[in-house]
């Protein structure tokens, strides 16, 4: 029965590589072999640690902590990328519950990701072995923090299963998705405090401690114990290690029990929308979708997250890549990035677009709605950017360059929003209509075209926003009142730039609207 | 009936003339290389409860989607009240109202949203579209669903609010495809209600749909399709002929007669 879990594995695996063109695998294989290699980069670079045991084994219990966590909520940011999560496709299937746990615990060892957690594994276990001689000790216990996540992991997303099949369990997938994006942000700053020993570095290093009395963290200071000799403590240490694997497996199996037992509810509670007259009496096309936009960027997910991501773009990256004046210029990052979300502006709609398809049947009115997915960027883009670049100017003591990195950035959100506009129709790509991570934004066979899209509505952006940055480099370089022109020129331009892109992209979907269509709504099958 | 025998407009009628609610010239379609449509030439009489039936890959979906605007033909001409769908959109498509099968809707909308929306999107008064999509969700039963989102509604709910959208305008045409298709009995009785209320008042409706029985319970004209072609068109009486029902005479325009028969002995040696 193993055999057979692993044989539907690996077939799940290479299904996609065995279909591809020569290229595209070529490029797969490569890709898988880069991952491995850079896995085996930090499992040497781990490994080197070993030479400074103080902080080896807090190291290691962080690590295999993260690790851990990382592990339980992959399945929530990526429900149904392995077909072998979801418990349910083997409902119907004559099988006993212990052969399904060994099958599946196998199974999920086999994979990418699993081998590029391995390689570092062995890192770690070179890193908290303090002589080679108890290397062995230190495989053991990373052979079982390989069974404990595995475990752990499969528990989690077999309880979540049914959560997972339902709406609201994919929206909560997405929020997952942008908690681990918050927590790579404050990781990074935290990393940085640790180097210069403040407050939040001495913070880090106390949860390490802490941390080093949970399942992972015992296995990670097991073998310095043996090593030291106390092995009353490391018995102990493995016993809460066992504890933990037992019980992960022990969840799983109940979880698995319920889940075979019982399908995913077909009538979950519906939410309350209430009613919406989108703008007055007398509002026209672009009032209209800028208001459908603005009320569903509220409730939907898919969008309101994009929107998150971006503030921690205007306001904290900032700080990350400027350690001192100056930093009201990084902004400028976030204001490109808001412009994006003006992009792919059907593909969001995926096939829902028929509803305006069969309704668009003149220019105008295809303008109007262009104009409408523009203008609800547009304006809360320009109110956060200002707030940034302020906020960044105060904090860093940069109010002389506020009007040239204000002129920077307002430029290129326009700029980008505009090339976004225009690359909406020019280059339209489907998004996946259920998905559950805010990380899938384009559907498997639109993934390179997106890449392209959104490099072009970087760098266009930037290109529409090349006056102001001239005028920024005068005001650094020559005088602060060049900043002024920046500001007055820069907008201005990238204005103009941005309506001509509008209007070619207006009259690009007024005419391919059906190639549009045909285009986006692969979403749906993703 | 053959397509050449027509008795109504006819093939080589004027699509634009009065009474003609649907006229398509050539309508054809590849995909891959290979006919969806071929060369398809109908003509839909005004007031009519036209049926469009076939197997799977018969053409109908790819059919409806050319006349709709939401596939581009390869060539050949679809009209709407004599407007032509792609020399002349803005006339065609204030006089069709679509509902696709399978496609999404704006799904955090609620439903009295999406009308609303839809209505306002039209530019439909906003007056005029709150009453007409309040009174349009309370004959189709959807007034206690009408403030939760779409997300959350049943397959009989959402084509009973894509028929309340594809009405909100007072179209003279509605183009449907497969509208009760998973629909649950109740819905599917209150759908067949407001089409035939929608006909007795000067409306036309086409819809495509498996169920046979249903076309014959509804339709006064149907058109059967195989391989991207007319099988039979004609007044519901005319296509079935001297078959004991519409599902006979459809087996055997599409050459189904003995599908099914033959094979499977091992079924009666089965050890459960």
Same mark, same amino acid.
């Given at each position: 029965m193993v055999a057979l879990f692993v044989s539907l594995k690996w077939h799940l695996l290479t299904g996609r590589i065995r279909t591809a063109s020569p290229v595209k695998r070529a490029g797969t294989v490569a890709g898988l072999v880069l991952v491995v290699l850079l896995a085996a980069a930090a499992a040497f670079g781990l490994g080197m640690l070993r030479q400074f045991p103080t902080y080896a084994v807090t190291t290691g219990a962080l690590l295999l902590a993260s690790q851990l966590v990382a592990w339980m909520l992959t399945p929530l940011i990526a429900f149904g990328v392995d077909e072998t999560l979801d418990p349910h496709r083997f409902a119907l299937l004559p099988l006993r519950r212990g052969d399904l746990l060994r099958g599946l615990t196998v199974s999920a060892m086999i994979g990418w990701l699993p081998v590029a957690n391995l390689v570092v594994l062995v890192g770690v276990a070179v890193m908290i072995s303090p002589t080679w001689g108890v290397l062995p000790v230190a495989l053991i216990c990373m052979a079982l923090q390989l069974l404990m996540i595995v475990g752990l992991s499969r528990a989690a997303s077999t309880a979540l299963a049914d959560l997972m099949a339902t709406r609201r369990g994919r929206d909560l997938g997405m929020f997952v998705g942008f908690g681990v994006f918050l927590l790579?942000?404050?990781?990074?700053? /935290?990393?940085?405090?640790? =180097?210069?020993? =403040? !407050?939040?570095?001495?913070?880090?290093?106390?949860? /390490?401690?802490?941390?080093?009395?949970?399942?992972?963290? &015992?296995?990670?200071?097991?073998?310095?114990?043996?090593?030291?000799?106390?092995?009353?403590?490391?018995?102990?240490?493995?016993?809460? &290690? +066992?504890?933990?694997?037992?019980?992960?497996? +022990?969840?799983?199996?109940?979880?698995?029990?319920?889940?075979?037992?019982?399908?995913? =509810?077909?009538?979950?509670?519906?939410?309350?929308? !209430?009613?919406?007259?989108?703008?007055? @009496?007398?509002?026209?096309?672009?009032?209209?979708?800028?208001?459908?936009?603005?009320?569903?960027?509220?409730?939907?997910?898919?969008?309101?997250?994009?929107? +998150?991501?971006?503030?921690?773009?205007?306001?904290?990256?900032?700080?990350?890549?400027?350690? !001192?004046?100056?930093?009201?210029? &990084?902004? @400028?990052?976030?204001?490109?990035?808001?412009?994006?979300?003006?992009?792919?502006?059907?593909?969001?709609?995926?096939?829902?677009?028929?509803?305006?398809?069969?309704?668009?049947?003149?220019?105008?009115? &295809?303008?109007?709605?262009?104009? !409408?997915?523009?203008?609800?960027? +547009?304006?809360? /883009?320009?109110?956060?950017?200002?707030?940034?670049?302020?906020?960044?100017?105060?904090?860093?003591?940069?109010?002389?360059?506020?009007?040239?990195?204000?002129?920077?950035?307002?430029?290129?959100?326009?700029? =980008?929003?505009?090339?976004?506009?225009?690359?909406?129709?020019?280059?339209?790509?489907?998004?996946?209509?259920?998905r559950t991570s805010m990380f899938a934004s384009a559907a498997p066979q639109h993934k390179s075209r997106s890449l392209v899209v959104a490099l072009s509505v970087l760098l266009g952006g930037l290109a529409l926003a090349l006056p102001a940055v001239v005028g920024a480099v005068l005001t650094v370089a020559v005088a602060p009142a060049w900043g002024w022109v920046g500001l007055v020129l820069g907008p201005a331009v990238a204005a103009a730039l941005a309506w001509n892109l509008v209007q070619r992209g207006s009259t690009r979907y007024f005419e391919q609207g059906p190639e549009i269509f045909a285009a986006v709504r692969i979403g749906d099958r993703s | 009936m053959s397509e050449q025998e027509l008795k109504y407009p006819g093939v080589n009628a004027d699509p634009t003339i009065v009474g003609t609610a649907l006229a398509t010239r050539g309508l054809h379609k590849e995909f891959g290389g290979v006919a969806a449509v071929d060369q398809l030439t109908l003509d839909v009489p005004t007031g009519s409860f036209f049926g469009l039936v076939g197997p799977n890959g018969a053409g109908k979906t790819t059919t409806l989607s050319m006349v709709t605007g939401l596939l581009r033909p390869d060539s050949g001409h679809a009209y709407i009240a004599g407007h032509d769908v792609w020399a002349d959109p803005v006339g065609a498509k204030t006089r069709m109202g679509v509902l696709p099968d399978g496609l999404r809707l704006f799904e955090r909308l609620s439903g009295m949203e999406l009308l609303t929306y839809l209505g306002r999107f039209r530019g439909m008064p906003l007056d005029q579209v709150t009453s007409r999509a309040t009174e349009l969700l309370k004959v189709l039963d959807l007034t206690d669903a009408g403030d939760k989102v779409v997300a959350d509604y049943s397959t009989g709910m959402r084509k009973k609010v894509t028929l309340a959208a594809a009405l909100l305008h007072s179209p003279r045409v509605l183009l449907l495809d497969e509208p009760l298709e998973a629909v649950d009995p109740v819905s599917a009785r209150v759908i067949r209600h407001v089409l035939t209320r929608y006909t007795t008042g000067g409306g036309t409706v086409i819809f495509s749909s498996h169920v046979m029985a249903l076309v014959e319970e509804l339709c006064t004209h149907v058109a059967v399709m195989a391989h991207g072609r007319l099988a039979a068109v004609g007044t519901l009486a005319e296509v079935r002929g001297a078959a004991a029902s519409l599902d006979d005479a459809f087996m055997h325009l599409v050459g189904a007669d003995d599908r099914g028969s033959g094979g499977l002995e091992w079924l009666r040696s089965s050890s459960a």
């Open positions: 790579y942000f404050a990781a990074s700053l /935290g990393l940085g405090q640790v =180097s210069s020993g =403040s !407050g939040l570095g001495v913070g880090v290093s106390t949860a /390490g401690r802490i941390l080093a009395w949970t399942p992972p963290g &015992a296995l990670a200071r097991i073998p310095t114990l043996v090593h030291d000799g106390d092995l009353g403590l490391a018995a102990v240490l493995l016993l809460v &290690a +066992l504890a933990g694997i037992v019980g992960g497996y +022990l969840w799983w199996a109940s979880a698995l029990r319920r889940s075979m037992e019982s399908g995913p =509810s077909t009538t979950e509670s519906s939410s309350l929308a !209430g009613d919406h007259d989108f703008g007055p @009496a007398g509002a026209g096309t672009v009032r209209v979708v800028a208001t459908r936009d603005r009320l569903l960027v509220w409730r939907d997910p898919m969008r309101r997250l994009p929107w +998150l991501m971006v503030m921690v773009f205007i306001v904290l990256w900032p700080f990350l890549v400027v350690r !001192g004046h100056g930093s009201l210029f &990084a902004v @400028a990052f976030g204001a490109l990035m808001t412009g994006t979300q003006v992009g792919n502006q059907f593909g969001v709609d995926g096939s829902g677009m028929w509803l305006h398809l069969v309704a668009i049947g003149d220019r105008t009115r &295809a303008r109007g709605e262009m104009l !409408g997915h523009l203008v609800v960027v +547009l304006i809360p /883009g320009s109110v956060l950017v200002i707030a940034g670049v302020v906020l960044h100017a105060v904090i860093r003591d940069d109010v002389a360059w506020v009007p040239a990195a204000l002129g920077v950035c307002l430029a290129g959100l326009i700029g =980008s929003a505009g090339v976004a506009a225009y690359m909406s129709a020019a280059k339209p790509y489907a998004m996946p209509q259920t | -």
